[in-house]
């Protein structure tokens, strides 16, 4: 792959790093593409977590890459945008949570993968927006549906229809980041959420986010009932014999994933 790395640490934790740096991270197809394809191969893989983090001290990503966008038919944005679509699904759909570590500009596209992720940490220069109606756009890559989910309707359309840039802080004021750090720290306290993450029981981890997924998407009595079942279910788990036993026990938990 020439644009995104993916490092697996002993620790469960894989980290995928876009890596366009001469163009601030910036989207192209070749880079989604890579995108996507990593995060298909980490699904096999079964990581504790995954954490999705911009190359350089600059950019987390800086939105679609508008040298190619300029020239695209209308059928070929409709398949770039699907194509992005895809590849971001595999971010909140992953089975295990994903933690978008924002380390500068997140514009855009760039905006819109911190979104797919489950949790977001941003360090406090990192900058948010949604500039592409100042393109005469419109966010393509799930903006326009995820936003308004995570921090509202007003809020969202505001951001998407001035396109005006908003620092780290007020992200967290509005919810769309969990934690602000210090520059240069967005990674490290990722990695820490999702270490504090693999310490945990991993089917349990897996069957909340995807209960806590059902919240967005059904109402809330077929959604307490999924919530029923995959309770149920971890109870067939050696995890769950092994984590209520060494509460029991007074001992720490050795979980195996079984
Ligand atoms: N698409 C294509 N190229 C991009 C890009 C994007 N979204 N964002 C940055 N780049 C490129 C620049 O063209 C420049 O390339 P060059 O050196 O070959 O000219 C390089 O990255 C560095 O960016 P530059 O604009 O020189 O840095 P800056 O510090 O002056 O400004 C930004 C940084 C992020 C404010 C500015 O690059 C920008 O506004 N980018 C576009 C953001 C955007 O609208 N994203 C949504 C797209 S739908």
Redesign the pocket.
């Known amino acids: 792959m020439d644009f995104v790395k993916v490092e697996r640490g002993e620790n469960g934790v894989a980290v995928l790093t876009i890596d366009r740096q ?3 991270n ?1 989207l192209n197809p070749q880079v989604v593409e890579e995108i996507g394809q990593s995060l298909l191969e980490l699904e096999s893989e079964a990581p504790r977590a995954v954490i999705v983090t911009g190359a350089g001290e ?2 987390f990503v ?8 300029n020239s695209m038919s209308p059928m070929e944005a409709k398949g770039f945008a699907e194509l992005a679509h895809a590849a971001l699904a595999l971010l909140d759909r992953s089975p295990v949570p994903t933690i978008a570590a924002v380390n500068g ?1 997140a ?4 905006c819109e993968i911190a979104l797919a992720c489950d949790i977001r940490v941003a360090s406090e220069n990192a900058l948010f927006g949604f ?2 109606v ?2 005469g ?1 419109l ?1 393509g890559m799930g903006g326009t549906q995820r936003a308004p989910r995570l921090i509202g309707p007003a809020v969202a359309k505001e951001l998407i229809f001035t396109g005006r840039r908003i620092g780290a802080e007020e992200a967290h004021r509005i919810g769309l980041v969990n934690r602000v750090v210090g520059e240069g720290e967005a990674l490290s306290a990722a990695t820490g959420i999702a270490e504090e993450i693999a310490a945990n029981g991993p089917l349990a981890v897996r069957y909340a986010k995807a209960a806590a997924n059902r919240a967005q998407d059904v109402d809330i009595i077929s959604g307490l009932e999924y919530e029923a079942d995959q309770f149920a279910l971890l109870f067939s788990t050696e995890d769950a014999r092994e984590g209520m036993g060494a509460f029991i026990e007074k001992r720490k938990a050795a979980f195996e994933g079984k």
């Open positions: 001469d163009k601030l910036a600059r950019a800086a939105g679609a890459d508008i040298s190619e966008m500009f514009l855009g596209g760039g500039p592409e100042g393109l756009i966010p």
